[in-house]
């Protein structure tokens, strides 16, 4: 059974930095692409980051292009967010993501993705 469950968030100042983590089990996930969405209160959930098969190949959103960046360790199974230069509109539920099939590169959407971690509170305060 595959899960994947956040770690990381909490409360920081506009500013400060957070990591969030995503630890994989169940799968390895070495040839899946994987993302990060958030979704805040009264919102749709959208699209952060994503990162293909291929660790070099990233993708971001233009609201947190320069200020976040998406990594992953293969060795670990593992998925990272790295936030920094945080802004209060950056107050969400983070979500890391997993595609079910393998060597296909990521997309934008949620429906793009097939495994989805419980989420992490990230808050920013001004």
């Known amino acids: 059974q595959v899960q994947l469950v956040e770690s990381g968030g909490g409360l920081v100042q506009a500013g400060g930095s957070l990591r969030l983590s995503c630890a994989a089990s169940?799968?390895?996930?070495?040839?899946?692409?994987m993302g990060w969405f958030r979704q805040a209160p009264g919102k749709e959930r959208e699209f952060v980051a994503s990162?293909?098969?291929?660790?070099?190949?990233?993708y971001y959103a233009d609201s947190v292009k320069g200020r976040f960046t998406i990594s992953r360790d293969n060795a670990k199974n593992t998925l990272y967010l790295q936030m920094n230069s945080l802004k209060p509109e950056d107050t969400a539920v983070y979500y890391c993501?997993?595609?079910?099939?393998?060597?296909?590169?990521?997309?934008?959407?949620?429906?793009?993705?097939?495994?989805w971690g419980q989420g992490t509170q990230v808050t920013v305060s001004s």
């Open positions: 990162i293909n098969w291929i660790p070099s190949t990233k």
């Open positions: 993501a997993a595609k079910d099939r393998r060597f296909t590169p990521p997309g934008q959407s949620p429906n793009d993705y097939d495994y």
């Open positions: 169940g799968r390895t996930f070495t040839n899946y692409a």
